[in-house]
């Protein structure tokens, strides 16, 4: 059977995984239910705490990537007629305010300039006692950080009774997250991003606050949280069937954690810091412009502008396929206004860096943008 070719996935994801998440697909099939899987389950949920930064109870994979748990979080906690407020600085903001309102949210919609972060004064101001406030942590449509430590603060302060959701797909395990200290009860992530695991689950934690307000039966089967947990915790009756757990993709999130916290969450987090500041300072070096605020800025994924006058998808195609080398085009109205670079899980090293600008200018020379 002829292998795919191997490129380096420089994108907003999937990253090129660590060799241990993809060695462990290759182990021998468990049932869902054998001892030993259930061993790798609870160690993956255990781990899954320590990168989120929580103790919650209910933290687990979910099955399907990170969509899903922005699938599950509105699902389990949403009535119909919730204010939810919604803070919007790209794309996944904008798809959060579409799932919230078919689970019946009146949606409050908090729209900032794409490039810049959530500003929490404006969201506070949207609504005084919301049922979610709900923002995405790492944007990666446009390479923004928001700061949700200080949007938890203040909401707690303010409505203590409101439930504080953070989209985490790009964040985990590829910059600093503190879930309990930051008052955030909902949170879900995917694999394929800074985790270097392939795509495929959602990491999602719920707090015991979020437990006592969800909706207990959620018009929805499959992504239950009750019937979920039963499951993944175990009750008294042991782990009762729900769906078969993806077991091969459970395995390689385990080793892929494993892979991480034997390096250090700290360390995975200052390595992703200086690849990207490496990055950032060669394409400013370059004469190139980045797109995201200054001192917003993601490391794990950089957007810069492509220059006046340069084909954007011409010079992406030329990159894969004389590189083997995969960046992203831009979102919406920058679609073909700005690329983005992600360095993210294993990509995010020197090496990486020295790839990518060597390959982009020598490019923009040949389109004579250099
Ligand atoms: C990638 C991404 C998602 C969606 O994840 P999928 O795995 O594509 O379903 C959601 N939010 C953010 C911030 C993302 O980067």
Redesign the pocket.
């Known amino acids: 059977m002829a292998l795919l070719t191997e490129r380096t996935l420089l994108g ?2 999937p990253s090129n995984p660590y060799p241990e998440a993809t060695a462990a697909l290759a182990a021998p099939l468990l049932g869902h239910l054998d001892p030993e899987f259930i061993r790798i389950l609870d160690r993956t949920c255990e781990r899954l705490r320590t990168v989120w930064g929580t103790e919650n109870p209910l933290t687990m994979p979910l099955s399907g ?3 899903i748990g ?1 699938e599950a979080a509105f699902a389990n906690t949403v009535r119909p007629g919730d204010v939810v407020v919604v803070a919007v600085n790209g794309l ?1 903001g904008t798809r959060m305010c579409e799932v919230a309102s078919r689970y019946g949210a009146e949606v409050v919609r908090v729209d900032h300039e794409w490039g810049t972060p959530v500003d929490v004064e404006l969201v506070l101001a949207a609504h005084p006692s919301p049922a979610i406030v709900a923002a ?1 942590h ?3 449509s446009t390479g923004v950080r928001s700061d949700i430590g200080a949007l938890g603060a203040a909401l707690r302060s303010r409505s203590p009774e409101t439930l504080l959701l953070a ?1 985490c ?2 964040s985990i395990a590829g910059d600093t997250l503190e879930v309990d200290d930051w008052g955030v009860d909902i949170g879900y992530a ?1 694999t ?2 800074c985790l270097g695991v392939a ?1 495929g689950l959602a990491p999602f934690t719920f707090s015991e606050r979020a437990w006592q307000r969800r909706v207990e039966n959620p018009p929805v089967w499959y992504l239950d949280l009750g019937l979920l947990g039963a499951y993944v915790r175990g009750g008294p009756g042991g782990r009762a069937y729900h769906h078969t757990a993806p077991v091969a993709m459970i395995a390689s999130l385990d080793a892929g954690l494993g892979r991480i916290l034997d390096e250090g969450l700290p360390e995975v987090a200052a390595r992703h810091r200086a690849a990207g500041q490496m990055l950032q300072d060669g394409l400013i070096d370059m004469g190139l412009e980045l797109f995201a605020a200054p001192g917003h800025r993601l490391s794990q994924l950089t957007t810069v502008r492509v220059p006046d006058g340069v084909d954007s998808a011409k010079v992406r195609a030329q990159l894969l396929s004389e590189y083997d080398l995969e960046i992203g085009a831009g979102v919406g109205e920058f679609a073909a206004g700005v690329w983005r670079i992600g360095l993210m899980g294993r990509n995010a090293a020197p090496e990486r860096v020295e790839l990518v600008l060597g390959a982009l200018r020598r490019v923009l020379k040949q389109h004579g943008a250099l």
């Open positions: 907003p994801g990537t990170g969509s922005m996944f995405v790492a944007e990666t989209d797909v790009t995917g394929q991003k795509p």
